[in-house]
């Protein structure tokens, strides 16, 4: 079992940066693929940012390449995601995942495992 506990969030002016951290409980984090998704008022969730077990491998949305980073430490079982040159329309809750694989994946259903959410607002 993995619990994850996301932090970080909060209101940005357009143009600004925020780091988004997920602690995750468990013994075999270093083992696990993880990701970001977000979900706008309205909206359905979308994958954001994924990384590998060993953080070799990512996968970013269009919409935040080159703006968003992704990124874990295994020793302190947090993985983070950098926002920066963030946009009124980066305004969402946004959500750990973690899946109990080796292989990086995109979509929602692959992962098992998602924290509570933390709120991110962009003002324009």
């Known amino acids: 079992q993995v619990q994850l506990v996301e932090s970080g969030g909060g209101l940005v002016q357009a143009g600004g940066s925020l780091r988004l951290s997920c602690a995750a409980s468990g013994r075999t984090f270093s083992s696990y693929t993880m990701a970001w998704f977000r979900q706008a008022p309205g909206k359905e969730r979308e994958f954001v940012a994924a990384i590998s077990w060993n953080g070799g491998s990512t996968s970013y949305a269009d919409s935040v390449k080159g703006r968003f980073t992704i990124s874990r430490d295994n020793a302190k079982k947090i993985m983070y995601l950098q926002l920066n040159s963030l946009k009124p329309e980066d305004t969402a809750v946004y959500y750990c995942?973690?899946?109990?694989?080796?292989?990086?994946?995109?979509?929602?259903?692959?992962?098992?495992?998602w924290g509570q959410g933390t709120q991110v607002t962009v003002s324009s």
């Open positions: 995942a973690s899946r109990s694989s080796l292989t990086l994946r995109t979509v929602e259903y692959e992962y098992a495992y």
